[in-house]
């Protein structure tokens, strides 16, 4: 089915959010230097976003994010995030 306009917005936030979460993502993982820590919660929780968020850009929904985190996204991507 064709895009309407108004949906143009919302997938731009969509396929922008992927790439923003990925560098989030690498970013919680090294955050205290250059030693990679793969169980640290922050980068965990990005990675999960990743995740859905590459199955939103196919199918719609929300992307789950704990609170805390969404102030590291802009507000229009902000918009596809939960926190429940």
């Given amino acids: 089915s064709p895009l309407l306009h108004s949906d143009f917005p919302t ?3 969509a396929n922008q959010i992927v790439g923003k979460l990925y560098t989030l993502c690498n970013q919680a993982s ?3 230097g250059a030693t990679i820590d793969l169980f640290n ?4 929780s990005y990675a999960k976003a990743y995740k859905d968020a ?3 850009q196919k199918h719609g929904g929300s992307i789950y994010l704990p609170l805390h985190l969404h ?3 802009s507000p229009s ?3 596809l ?3 429940d």
Avoid: G, H, M, P
């Fill in 54 to 56: 590459l199955d939103v």
């Fill in 71 to 73: 102030e590291n996204l």
């Fill in 77 to 79: 991507q902000q918009v």
């Fill in 30 to 32: 090294k955050r205290d």
């Fill in 81 to 83: 995030l939960t926190s």
């Fill in 11 to 13: 997938q731009r936030a």
């Fill in 41 to 44: 919660e922050d980068s965990i």
